[in-house]
């Protein structure tokens, strides 16, 4: 089973720029569908951004021209990229993987399998 550890989340002023690191075990990383998920209190985990092993990408409308999702094959990482920070970006963040292919589904948590524990963004303005 693959595992998943994310890091580099914390607190910054809103224009600020975070970057979020997921540490992939196995081949999950090259071989299947990798997404970024947030979810504030009170409100539905959404999907943020998501890579598949085709290097297709997607990103929430919100976070366009933002945010990056990116992935190091050699040091089986993944990565998003985060500026221009805004308040309502203010969550815990989760990276999520999945064997496989995925696209349409690719904001749908129920498809994925292996999720992390969890990084804290907090943006003040």
């Known amino acids: 089973q693959a595992q998943l550890v994310e890091s580099g989340g914390g607190s910054v002023q809103a224009g600020g720029s975070l970057r979020l690191s997921c540490v992939a075990s196995g081949d999950i990383l090259t071989t299947g569908t990798m997404a970024w998920f947030r979810q504030a209190p009170g409100k539905e985990r959404e999907g943020v951004a998501g890579?598949?092993?085709?290097?297709?990408?997607r990103y929430l409308d919100s976070v366009k021209d933002r945010f990056t999702i990116s992935r190091d094959n050699g040091k089986n990482t993944l990565y998003l990229q985060m500026s221009s920070l805004k308040p309502e970006d203010s969550a815990m963040y989760y990276c999520?993987?999945?064997?496989?292919?995925?696209?349409?589904?690719?904001?749908?948590?129920?498809?994925?399998?292996?999720w992390g524990q969890g990084t804290q963004v907090t943006v003040s303005s």
């Open positions: 890579i598949n092993r085709d290097d297709n990408t």
């Open positions: 999520a993987g999945v064997r496989g292919v995925l696209w349409w589904n690719m904001f749908s948590p129920s498809q994925y399998a292996t």
